[in-house]
């Protein structure tokens, strides 16, 4: 079913290329960033983190990029596959509390 | 599969109505978190619970309450339920709390109020 809303931005790209998905945060004292990822149906689910004294973060197939100046977040993927067809969330706070403050989310279509 | 279970699955009720979601975060997870997921709010952080606990409050309403039990399942009881309530709630739990501790995400209990 439907799980977020159906005016999100919308980022298409090919199958084996290279996604970017930005992310403007709000609080210029939030210390801690997370990436999630939602599937249609599902609840969200951790990508990757970094703390605001990193400018670059990288995991598996995906680089978390901080610029504080500007209060930008940027998720990389590389070498997009369909199964990373979904709503991507940045998500912030400031430490030590747990309490997150999500973006409007980025829907990512992969075609082949 | 996060862990985190969820039920109900799919709520339907009326307006006015009160309806209890419940929640059963990942063994050995302390702290538990609601969210609400609408259309036009985004998701949006409404309440936490530590070991029984309130820990930290978001925008909830007052016609909301939750609670963490002993057994550390949570409830998210929603009362007078009006029409803009329908939405996705999901609940969320983490191994401790005050940190850079993942959460984890149920699947979520998406409610229709008519």
């Known amino acids: 079913g439907e799980s977020v809303g159906l005016h999100l931005p919308t980022l298409s790209v090919q199958e084996g290329d290279n996604s970017i998905i930005n992310c403007a945060y709000s609080n210029s004292a939030s210390d801690y960033f997370i990436w999630y990822k939602q599937e249609s149906g599902k609840g969200p689910q951790f990508i990757i983190d970094i703390r605001s004294n990193m400018d670059k973060r990288q995991g598996q197939r995906v680089t978390v990029l901080l610029n504080k100046t500007v209060k930008h977040l940027s998720l990389q993927i590389a070498a997009t596959q369909p199964g990373d067809s979904a709503v991507y969330f940045c998500a912030e706070t400031l430490l030590p509390t747990d309490k997150l403050i999500f973006g409007t989310g980025t829907r990512l279509q992969v075609f082949p | 599969d996060s862990g985190v279970t969820q039920t109900p699955k799919h709520l339907i009720t009326a307006t006015g109505q009160r309806v209890t979601l419940r929640c059963s975060p990942r063994s050995g997870d302390l702290s538990v978190y609601w969210y609400q997921q609408s259309l036009d709010q985004g998701l949006q952080f409404l309440i936490q619970?530590?070991?029984?606990?309130?820990?930290a409050k978001g925008n909830i309403l007052e016609r909301f309450s939750a609670q963490q039990f002993p057994d550390l399942h949570s409830e998210l009881n929603l009362s007078s339920l009006e029409l803009g309530d329908s939405a996705l709630y999901f609940c969320?739990?983490?191994?401790?709390?005050?940190?850079?501790?993942?959460?984890?995400f149920g699947p979520g209990t998406r409610l229709t109020v008519t």
């Open positions: 619970y530590y070991n029984g606990e309130e820990r």
């Open positions: 969320a739990s983490s191994v401790a709390s005050g940190g850079t501790y993942e959460q984890y």
